[in-house]
């Protein structure tokens, strides 16, 4: 006897027209189509990110001159202690 065989599966379908009404279901295979779309998409680019160089961004700011880097590291620590509240004295 075969667990899946197309007469038990209209059995099992009846039962859930019954319980949850053609409104529901139709939701819930809405739902469930878009949440498979979302996961595949999501897989594609988590493969196409693998895939991409993991330094790109690093590439570029090592292959510039000691001299343009400087500055910019010297403008951001003082960008960090000009939003920093002056010390009142005591």
Do not use: W, Y
Request: aromatic share 4%.
């Amino acid at each position: 006897m075969d667990l899946f065989a197309p007469r038990h599966l209209l059995i099992v379908l009846a039962v859930c027209l019954l319980v949850f009404g053609t409104k529901k279901l139709k939701t819930l295979g809405s739902d469930l189509g878009s949440a498979v779309r979302g996961f595949k998409k999501a897989m594609s680019e988590g493969e196409a990110e693998e895939h991409a160089p993991a330094h790109a961004g690093a590439a570029t700011v090592a292959s510039q001159p000691p001299e343009l880097a400087a500055p910019i590291a010297a403008a951001s620590t003082d960008a960090n202690t000009a939003s920093q509240p002056a010390a009142k004295p005591a």
